[in-house]
C-alpha cells in the first residue's frame, strides 16, 4: 500500500507539473500576496503610488479617468477554488480604490456572492428580475454600507440559469457599462450558461485555480473557451487579457 500510494503522489505531482506547464504560458500568473515582508511591503506601495491600478498587462486606470468600463469575470470551471471570494474581495477592492464597481452574481439559483458582502438580507429584486423587465436595473443594484462606490447584483434564488440569454445579459451589460468603471462576474463553476454567459462579455478574466490535477485541468479548459466563445473573440477583437491565479 505504501508503494502503491508513492507512485500515485509521484504520478500525480507529475501530471500537475505538466498541465502547469501548458497552463503557464497561456495566462498570466496574478500575484496577490507574498508573505515575505520585503515583497510584500514593495508590491503594496507599487499599488497605491499614484492612487492608480493595472489590471495585468495594460493601462493604468485611475478614478474618473472617463475610460470605458471593464468586464471582470472571475471564472475557473473547477468549484470551491475561490471564485466568489476572489469577486468580493475584487470588488471591494477596487471600490476602496475610488472606483464605481458593480459585482454580479451569476450563479442563479445558489447565490452566495451577497453573504460575501453582508447584503444578504437586503435583497429585493434580482439579476433575474432586471433582465425579464420584472423591475427597473437601479431597484435591484443593492449598494454597499461601508463602500458608497460598491453595488451588488444579486442572482436569484429560485430561477435556473436557463433563464440567462446573451440579449437580456447584453442588455443590462451596455446599461452597466454607462454607470461603472468595473463590473466584476461570479461565474458558476462548470462550463454550461451561467459560467458562459458571465465571460461572454468580458475584458478581462481571472482564472482561479489551485494546485491540484482536477482544479488544473479545468482552468486549462475554461482559458480555451474565453480564447474562442468569447464576444472578443467572435468579434475579432483584441483578446480577453486572461490572469492565473
Do not use: W
Not at 498570466?28 to 492608480?52: C, E, T, Y
Amino acid at each position: 500500500v505504501a508503494v502503491s500510494n508513492v507512485f500515485a503522489a509521484d504520478h500525480n505531482t507529475r501530471m500537475l507539473g505538466r498541465l502547469v506547464r501548458t497552463l503557464l504560458p497561456r495566462a498570466q500568473p496574478l500575484v496577490v500576496m507574498d508573505f515575505r515582508p520585503s515583497l510584500s511591503a514593495r508590491f503594496s506601495s507599487d499599488l497605491a503610488a499614484d492612487g492608480g491600478i493595472k489590471l495585468g498587462v495594460g493601462e493604468k486606470r485611475t478614478p474618473g479617468d472617463g475610460k470605458p468600463a471593464r468586464v471582470v469575470v472571475v471564472t475557473s470551471g473547477k468549484g470551491g477554488v475561490g471564485k466568489t471570494t476572489t469577486s468580493a474581495s475584487l470588488a471591494f477592492g477596487l471600490a476602496q480604490k475610488g472606483f464605481k464597481v458593480c459585482a454580479i452574481d451569476f450563479d442563479i439559483g445558489l447565490r452566495n456572492l451577497d453573504l460575501h458582502l453582508g447584503c444578504e438580507r437586503r435583497v429585493i429584486f434580482d439579476f433575474v428580475n432586471v433582465i425579464n423587465n420584472e423591475c427597473q436595473l437601479h431597484q435591484a443594484l443593492i449598494k454597499d454600507k461601508r463602500n458608497p462606490t460598491l453595488h451588488l447584483l444579486a442572482a436569484s434564488q429560485t430561477r435556473d440559469k436557463s433563464v440567462l440569454t446573451e440579449e437580456g445579459v447584453g442588455r443590462v451589460m451596455t446599461m452597466l457599462r454607462e454607470q461603472f468603471d468595473f463590473i466584476v462576474c461570479d461565474s458558476p463553476a462548470g462550463i454550461e450558461q451561467g459560467a458562459h454567459q458571465a465571460m461572454y462579455f468580458a475584458d478581462d478574466a481571472i482564472m482561479c485555480t489551485n494546485p491540484e490535477l482536477s482544479s488544473v485541468r479545468d482552468a486549462d479548459k475554461m482559458i480555451g473557451l474565453l480564447t474562442s466563445k468569447s464576444l472578443r473573440a467572435i468579434e475579432k477583437r483584441d483578446p480577453i487579457k486572461q490572469l492565473l491565479l
